[in-house]
């Protein structure tokens, strides 16, 4: 199986702040890689594929990077509704795996 | 709009079946571009994909779980159903299921959208 390594397991910021979470997959899988936002409760919302292609509706504030094994999400301008845990999911091979998440919280 | 929604029992005892439908909308599962996969979150824990069924049928399972699980669909009745055998209170958590997203890729199972609501299962006696 392909692990999924995320950091930071969480991070504190502000509004308007810049985050950045990264993504390390245990081998290589080019740019199958996909990155969901998920509030408490709720189902986990698809925002990024193929490592860096945004999800129609997404808000430009979110961007993906990375190819290979290290992949970045970074989070621009931070708005109130961004607070929430993020996760990556590689996308190269079954079993389909995730990383453990990241949680965003306000400072 | 394209919709899933899961249903099942809420409490299932330990070495009990569990059995989830999954009804979708707005799709057909005959539309290869379309797979549907399982998941799981146990609480405050991480996500965990269980089972994918494509829509020629074929299916491909969680290597840790495959001798428990099953996944199978009625394309006429919108539903993909999830069987998991010999339940234990490890396997409480949220079940979800979601549609696999053609972006990029139209092999429809490598990203999930949308995703439905969830359901809880709690596992005790």
């Known amino acids: 199986d392909i692990q999924m390594t995320q950091s930071p397991s969480s991070v504190s910021a502000s509004v308007g702040d810049t985050v950045t979470i990264t993504c390390r997959a245990s081998q290589v899988i080019d740019n199958w890689l996909a990155w969901y936002q998920q509030k408490p409760g709720r189902a986990p919302n698809f925002l990024i594929y193929?490592?860096?292609s945004l999800r129609s509706g997404v808000p430009s504030r979110f961007s993906g990077s990375g190819s290979g094994t290290d992949f970045t999400l970074t989070i621009t301008n931070l708005q109130p509704e961004d607070f929430a845990t993020y996760y990556c999911q590689q996308a190269h091979s079954f079993p389909i795996t995730f990383g453990q998440g990241t949680r965003l919280e306000i400072k | 709009q394209v919709t899933l929604k899961e249903s099942g029992p809420v409490l299932v005892k330990p070495t009990e079946t569990l059995t989830l439908t999954c009804v979708v909308s707005?799709?057909?599962?005959?539309?290869?571009?379309?797979?549907v996969s399982w998941f799981r979150q146990p609480p405050g824990k991480a996500l965990e994909w269980l089972a994918h069924i494509f829509s020629t049928d074929e299916k491909s399972y969680s290597a840790s779980l495959k001798t428990r699980l099953s996944i199978s669909k009625d394309t006429s009745k919108r539903q993909v159903v999830l069987s998991m055998t010999n339940m234990d209170p490890v396997d409480t958590g949220t079940y979800f299921c979601?549609?696999?997203?053609?972006?990029?890729?139209?092999?429809?199972?490598?990203?999930?959208?949308?995703w439905g609501q969830g359901t809880l299962v709690t596992v005790s006696s």
């Open positions: 193929a490592a860096s």
């Open positions: 979601a549609r696999g997203a053609p972006y990029h890729d139209t092999a429809g199972w490598r990203w999930f959208d949308p």
């Open positions: 707005g799709f057909s599962l005959a539309n290869p571009k379309f797979g």
